[in-house]
């Protein structure tokens, strides 16, 4: 069985950075596509980043585009995703989620992807 555990979420001040990790364990490492998604109180579950199983193709929303960062180590079997200069509205539960099957050319939606960790809270303090 494929778990994902995130780890990296904390209280982080306005304009600091913060870098989240999520290690799968029970799969395949290599043969998937990874995201982070986030969810804000009362907000649905929003697209931020992604990366094909081969690391070549990424992607991101509009609201973190250049200022943070996905990436994977196959070997660790392990997805980052570096946000900087964080705002306030990046607080939420961040959330990282693996695919079986490639991406597309649009950004991802929640419902490609088979497999979700627990989450990982970050907030902003101003």
């Known amino acids: 069985q494929v778990q994902l555990v995130e780890s990296g979420g904390g209280l982080v001040p306005a304009g600091d950075s913060a870098r989240l990790s999520c290690v799968v364990s029970?799969?395949?490492?290599?043969?998937?596509?990874m995201a982070w998604f986030r969810q804000a109180p009362g907000k649905e579950r929003e697209f931020v980043a992604a990366?094909?199983?081969?690391?070549?193709?990424?992607y991101y929303d509009d609201s973190v585009k250049g200022r943070s960062a996905i990436s994977r180590d196959n070997g660790k079997a392990t997805v980052y995703l570096q946000i900087n200069t964080l705002r306030r509205e990046d607080t939420a539960v961040y959330f990282c989620?693996?695919?079986?099957?490639?991406?597309?050319?649009?950004?991802?939606?929640?419902?490609?992807?088979?497999?979700w960790g627990q989450g990982t809270q970050v907030t902003v303090s101003s």
């Open positions: 989620a693996a695919a079986t099957k490639n991406l597309g050319v649009e950004l991802p939606k929640t419902e490609e992807f088979d497999v």
């Open positions: 990366i094909s199983w081969s690391g070549q193709t990424t």
């Open positions: 029970g799969g395949i490492f290599m043969t998937y596509a």
